[in-house]
Structures are given as C-alpha cells and as structure tokens.
C-alpha cells in the first residue's frame, strides 16, 4: 500500500517540496507505521526482496539552503525479515549482517548534491557515512523528498523521504555464502516525517 501511494506521489510532480516555504530550518520526526528499508539482492541468480524497519531518523530541513539539510537513520537489521525463513536465518547470521553482535545499520548525511532546479524533489544526491557490522564507509544515494498528494504548497508539517542505492555487501564485512549471493544490495529507504512541535 505504501509503494503504491508513494507511486502517485512520484507522478504529482506539483507536489514537489517548494525551496523557500520555511523561513527557518525545521525539525522532522519519524512516523514509524510509514517507514522501512526495502532491499533486493540475488540469490544464486534469483532476485529476493526483504525490508528492515526504521529504528529512527533525525532530519532537518533548511528550505532556504537545502544542502545544508541533514538526515540521520536508524535501521533495525536484528529485524530484518525476506519472504523465506531460511533466507532470513542466514541474513542475520555471523557471515551477513551478524545482527545479534551489531542490531543497528546507520546512514548519516554529510553532503547533499542538488537536483537541477536546486530542489532535493528532483534528483538530488545525498553522500554519507553507512555503518553495517561495525564498519563505516561513504555512500552515495539518490534521494527525493516529497509532500504528501493533496496537501497544500505551503504545507510541510508532513513530508515522504526516499534514499535509493546500491552497495557491496563485502565492503561491510558481510561476506557469507559467497558462491550463493551476489555482491551487490540495493537499498530503498522509505521514511515518512512530521515537523517536531
């Protein structure tokens, strides 16, 4: 239901966050019932498909200058789940994400790439730090950020965020079943937000 509503706000391209509605930067909290990290991977050949909730996000937002916003996120990886039990056992395991020893991955933002009109709703480039197992390299990720369909241009008390990206699973260490899983997992990070009060 999330995907398919996310859908349409990808085609309500009116929606788009505006750059100068706020006049200060604004602090957003999760909405936990909105949220998660959607990932695909292949195993031996066959694409799967699992999620992790979000544990928490930390983000503002500075409308006047967005790439100075920042976006913090929390995953819960001891929670992870795919459509197969077996699957699922082995991605918590030692030789994968180990989730018993490290139950948190972590992106944290440092510099944000604008799209071409200047807004993070068009093909704007978010680079951070992403933590798996204890260790953390630089990614880049797509991102957009998106007003819910509907709601008025002045209106950001609620805002959708999406991260996109790909990464190699053995630069964190997640090493297991070489000869069965590929390398690369691409991440779908899907966060609904609400301005702090």
Do not use: W
Request: hydrophobic share 40%; glycine share 8%.
């Amino acid at each position: 239901m999330f995907q398919r509503r996310h859908a349409l706000i990808l085609l309500a391209s009116s929606c788009a966050l505006p750059s100068t509605a706020l006049a200060a930067p604004t602090r957003y909290q999760l909405d936990p019932d909105h949220s998660h990290v959607g990932f695909k991977f292949k195993l031996n050949g066959i694409a799967q498909n699992g999620s992790m909730p979000v544990e928490r996000a930390d983000i503002t937002i500075d409308p006047q200058n967005l790439s100075t916003s920042r976006i913090d996120v929390a995953v819960t990886a001891a929670r992870a789940r795919t459509g197969l039990v077996f699957i699922t056992q082995a991605l918590a395991s030692p030789g994968v994400l180990n989730s018993a020893q490290f139950p948190t991955i972590r992106f944290v933002s440092r510099r944000i790439t604008l799209g071409a009109s200047g807004r993070i709703s068009d093909g704007a480039q978010i680079t951070g730090d992403l933590t798996v197992r204890g260790r953390t390299k630089s990614v880049t990720l797509q991102a957009a950020l998106y007003r819910p369909r509907g709601t008025a241009p002045d209106d950001l008390s609620q805002l959708d965020v999406v991260l996109r990206g790909g990464l190699n699973r053995h630069d964190f260490g997640a090493s297991g079943f070489p000869d069965l899983v590929a390398d690369t997992v691409i991440l779908d990070i899907r966060a609904r937000i609400n301005a702090a009060k």
